[in-house]
């Protein structure tokens, strides 16, 4: 590459042909103002900041405007320069608002910066007020163009970078700002809401309605749906894959993360949506819709071509239990290296996610598959296996030890009449169906729980004949903590549900449940204890006739004395925050056991960290990170899309209420490629904005 010296105020400089005084000068770490420039950007040289005087050319020139040349001497700091500079600042700074304390770019503004750098005193040019109107009407984005310098970046920012084209130069009342065609909504003028000009920006006239901070802060702001998932799987890389079409890359994308991408694609309560950006513009993409196509079309497995098991370290590691905390920990710890051995109580592997959740939800044969991807890592799964004493695993030759063994003991309130017949806890009911045990259910049952367990309970009673089956629920609708597809569900397969309401009895005739009242609940919350703090409206009696009453309004663990561990007043085990530790050397813990009763991308996430810190116990590094789909380069070029804002989510198709009623087959039917393809193309694609280069300012040079 061809390269050229020149000379920047005595010192000499190679340099890249073809680059601009300006950027040779940056550089070197030779500092120039400038305000119109950007690295990403084609220079215009508006600001007349960045000028300079180069030896044999007459008069002052500007620097990002002209190009470097063999021999070429610059001088960046004359009498003559400052007082133009001095000029071109307050002409940019008359027309702009001089409060700049009350601004949230107090601190972080170019404009701010510069002042500080060319102007100590009071300026010498009159100020203006704009009076243009602060626009808040549009998503995601604050427009306010009385702060806009007219730098041109965020029109150059959306045609050049991202060929969207919706922002221009405007004109009123004599000032000149940038908008949209006709002064257009966003979502009217076809904007794709990269955030390519707020990014740009240097004064926040074109700002981020929420705040993004700074370093990872700063990057879960602004791709919320990866940083919101407890394992940060890369969601807008997996995506992209997908609009590629390159779907077994997308599923690669996802086991860099995690061990179970198909279960996760049914039952992940899909965290990453609820933050999703795309949400504020109509609606959030279906990222766990995308996750199970992609899963589901996985045809060559490059994630497992491409996954390297470490060579043998010669450490044992039991793990007990076997739920999605264990089995993911147990795989990680595999490729590290160690010889892993999972037992659990329970006939069949999988936990919660086999024993909790029903067939209709999550289907057998996916979670089989993907728990015989875990063995054949080398990982000997012992079921049947019930482990009462850590010191015997320790004596077996184990050197290290990870409980991940669960919350499978349910919970019923403290009211008259709970042993009475046709009595059910939720999570011992769900194992027995899940086990294949005959279960009977009266015509009535009534459901106390307002969670996911309590509408698997609900539906699972449907399926087995209940003609009345209703839901009631400490939380008010908006904070019940099932799912909105779960509850949707339900409610479509006739399952009534009563929020804000709370069991004060059973009624019962001769042993046998009849009916069950309750209180109208006026406010509910947890002290710092996680105590129950309930409020009810005096005189609200309600009755629900119910043959059946089942509980599901929580669950504990079930630790053996034997572990010898230290636990929490709500009998979890206590973990060092540090190093995920237990009270004893050499034993950790993961999953609900330590965190309460979760999810399962939680669980996952919790066996994720416990894998780390085991690895890093046995003298291992702790790097647990797989690089398993290929590189991808994203067209930062992202072009026009007619009616991109109105682009309607593609809600996942579901067998109807009446068919599915009759058996456990499978709810949600899988997405097709069209599908797929029109809602991987509704992205924002957010992650394209942190590859834009941030500006240095001069305190930096």
């Known amino acids: 590459m061809e390269t050229v010296k020149i000379n920047i105020d005595g010192q000499d400089v190679k340099v890249q042909a073809g680059k601009s005084v300006l950027e040779a000068a940056l550089d070197a770490g030779i500092y120039i103002p400038h305000l119109c420039h950007h690295p990403d950007l084609s220079p215009i040289g508006a600001c007349r900041l960045c000028i300079v005087e180069i030896e044999g050319v007459a008069g002052i020139t500007t620097s990002c405007m002209t190009p470097v040349s063999d021999g070429m001497t610059v001088k960046t700091k004359t009498e003559e320069i400052d007082q133009w500079r001095r000029l071109a600042m307050e002409l940019i700074l008359a027309g702009h608002p001089q409060d ?167 039952v992940c309560d899909y965290p990453c949506e609820n933050v999703c950006r795309r949400g504020e513009v109509n609606q959030a993409i279906s990222i766990r819709g995308l996750k199970h196509f992609a899963a589901g079309h996985d045809k060559e497995r490059l994630w497992d071509k491409n996954s390297i098991r470490k060579p043998t370290s010669d450490k044992r590691v039991a793990i007990i239990g076997s739920g999605p905390a264990g089995l993911t920990a147990a795989y990680y710890l595999a490729n590290q290296g160690h010889a892993v051995t999972v037992f659990d109580s329970l006939p069949l592997a999988g936990g919660m996610i086999r024993f909790g959740i029903p067939e209709y939800r999550l289907p057998r044969d996916i979670l089989d598959s993907e728990i015989e991807d875990i063995r054949n890592r080398g990982v000997e799964i012992k079921t049947g296996t019930h482990i009462e004493s850590i010191d015997e695993l320790f004596r077996q030759g184990y050197n290290a030890v990870l409980a991940a063994v669960g919350t499978h003991r349910g919970q019923k309130l403290p009211i008259p009449n709970v042993d009475n017949e046709g009595v059910f806890i939720g999570i011992d009911f769900l194992k027995d169906i899940n086990l294949g045990k005959k279960v009977d259910i009266d015509k009535n049952v009534v459901v106390l729980g307002g969670g996911n367990v309590a509408f698997d309970c609900a539906r699972i009673a449907r399926r087995l004949g209940a003609e009345q089956v209703q839901i009631a629920c400490l939380e008010c609708r908006e904070e019940m903590p099932a799912t909105e597809d779960e509850i949707d569900q339900a409610e479509e397969e006739g399952i009534l549900v009563y929020p804000s309401k709370t069991a004060t009895r059973i009624i019962s005739k001769n042993g046998k449940v009849k009916r069950v009242e309750f209180l109208e609940v006026e406010s509910f919350s947890f002290d710092e204890n996680k105590n129950a703090q309930i409020e009810v409206r005096e005189n609200s009696h309600f009755v629900l006739e119910a043959d059946n009453v089942i509980f599901a309004i929580g669950q504990r663990p079930e630790i053996p004395e034997g572990f010898g561990l230290d636990t929490t007043d709500n009998s979890l085990i206590e973990l060092d925050s540090l190093t995920l530790s237990t009270s004893r050397e050499g034993v950790f813990a993961a999953g609900d056991v330590v965190h309460g009763t979760a999810t399962v991308i939680k669980a996952i996430a919790s066996g994720r960290k416990s894998a780390i810190a085991v690895d890093k116990f046995l003298g291992g590094s702790g790097n647990i990170d797989e690089k398993l789909a290929p590189p991808l380069e994203a067209e930062p070029c992202l072009g026009p899309a007619e009616n991109f804002a109105y682009m309607e989510r593609c809600e996942e198709s579901r067998v109807l209420p009446e068919e599915r009623l009759k058996d456990f087959c499978k709810v949600i039917q899988n997405m097709d490629e069209e599908t797929a393809d029109y809602e991987s193309n509704r992205c924002l694609q957010c992650d394209l904005r942190l590859e834009i280069t941030p500006v240095e300012f001069w305190s930096s040079y």
Not at 156 to 171: I, N, Q, T
Not at 185 to 204: K, N
Not at 244 to 252: D, G, N
């Open 100 to 266: 700049c304390e009350s601004c949230n770019k107090y601190l972080n503004c170019e404009v701010q910066s510069l002042k500080q750098y060319l102007i100590s005193d009071e300026l010498s040019v009159r100020s203006r007020t704009k009076l243009l109107p602060i626009n808040k009407s549009n998503p995601l984005f604050l427009l306010e163009p009385d702060k806009c310098v007219v730098c041109g970046r965020c029109v150059r920012a959306c045609h050049e970078l991202r060929g969207v084209g919706v922002l221009f130069y405007k004109k009123k009342d004599n000032e000149t700002y940038t908008g949209t065609a006709s002064d257009l909504p966003l979502p009217d003028a076809g904007c794709r809401f990269c955030g390519a000009c707020a990014e740009v920006c240097p004064t926040g006239a074109i700002q981020d309605k929420e705040a993004t901070g700074t370093g990872k802060k700063r990057r879960a702001a602004l791709v919320p749906c990866r940083y919101n998932c407890p394992a940060e799987i890369d969601v807008p890389r997996y995506i992209r894959f997908i609009r590629e079409k390159k779907y077994t890359a997308a599923t690669a994308v996802i086991r860099e993360k995690v061990p179970f991408p198909g279960v996760l694609g049914y």
